[in-house]
């Protein structure tokens, strides 16, 4: 098992041996999409190896805890954007990210949200800016959804068929996967909403 230390391995198998593993999962990745900067698939992939009967429950409840997150990123950018917004972005040095993010959501809208959350970019510039901009926020939550959505059954496919070899993998190739994933999301959904204006 990819866990070296011997604390991290406590950790470890505190959460795997706890009645309230999934509400502590879901409440991980709600503080990862918030704040974190910890990859949460460091600690899902050796629990979902673990735990197989119960993979696709971890994957249902890491999706719904980011989900809920990123809706209160789009509430913040929605009413505190001038006071709460604004800090949280000087304070997570994503000034330049959110200005490059801007533009680009301006332009594509669903398509980026999308894209923002298979690429390796800190997902709240996409909650904050979708919230500020009144971007309505069912089409933000099933973007939202679908983008974390493919992130981490992707990863409970991935676990289910190829075991701990996932987090050997996942730490090499992870940035490049992404990079490839959300190129892909991204033609695609440009795709259907080109097509979709043609029809209209």
Not at 16 to 37: A, R
Not at 132 to 161: M, T
Request: proline content about 3%; hydrophobic content about 60%.
């Amino acid at each position: 098992m990819a866990i070296t230390s011997k604390r991290t391995k406590q950790w470890f198998e505190r959460i795997n041996g706890s009645k309230n593993m999934l509400w502590l999962l879901g409440t991980l990745s709600f503080l990862e999409t918030i704040i974190l900067p910890i990859p949460i698939e460091l600690v899902l992939i050796p629990l979902m190896a673990a735990n197989r009967q119960r993979i696709w429950a971890i994957a249902t409840a890491t999706t719904l805890g980011c989900l809920v997150a990123s809706l209160i990123g789009y509430g913040v950018g929605m009413v505190l954007f001038q006071s709460v917004g604004t800090w949280f972005i000087e304070f997570m040095e994503m000034e330049q990210s959110y200005q490059a993010f801007q533009s680009f959501f301006d332009q594509y809208g669903f398509a980026a949200i999308l894209a923002i959350g298979i690429l390796p970019i800190p997902f709240q510039i996409a909650m904050i800016t979708a919230g500020l901009s009144g971007y309505p926020i069912l089409l933000f939550a099933l973007a939202a959804l679908i983008a974390r959505g493919l992130r981490y059954f992707g990863l409970a496919w991935l676990v289910h068929r190829f075991g701990h070899d996932v987090l050997v993998l996942w730490k090499r190739h992870a940035l490049v996967t992404s990079l490839v994933a959300g190129v892909i999301v991204l033609v695609i959904a440009l795709g259907m909403q080109a097509l979709a204006g043609m029809v209209v």
